[in-house]
């Protein structure tokens, strides 16, 4: 199986941008396609963005595009969120997660990120 650990979260001010991380060991992440999810106080889990494991082709939520990024690094095993422009509603944890070929489930998740955006 593969193992997936999130970090770069942090506390910053609206405006400001920050760069998550996601880095897989277990297995090489080359072999999956990975997502950017996040859950809010009280609120369900919501998708973030995603990129496909052969034609990297990205897909993003309304509310995040143009100011989210999502890349990834298959030589350092690693998936990023480029997040800029942060508003105080981007506030929650985000969560990485990867889905195997042949599988229409994501089903492997990191333990989460904290991003807090202050007004």
């Known amino acids: 199986q593969v193992q997936l650990v999130e970090s770069g979260g942090g506390l910053v001010q609206a405006g400001d941008s920050l760069r998550l991380s996601c880095t897989a060991s277990g297995r090489t992440l080359s072999s999956y396609s990975v997502a950017w999810f996040r859950q809010a106080p009280g609120k369900e889990r919501e998708f973030v963005a995603s990129?496909?494991?052969?034609?990297?082709?990205?897909y993003y939520a309304d509310s995040v595009k143009d100011r989210l990024t999502i890349s990834r690094d298959n030589a350092k095993n690693t998936l990023y969120l480029q997040m800029n422009s942060l508003k105080p509603e981007d506030t929650a944890v985000y969560y990485c997660?990867?889905?195997?070929?042949?599988?229409?489930?994501?089903?492997?998740w990191g333990q989460g990120t904290q991003v807090t955006v202050s007004s």
């Open positions: 990129i496909t494991r052969n034609s990297g082709n990205t």
């Open positions: 997660a990867a889905q195997r070929l042949g599988v229409n489930h994501y089903g492997y």
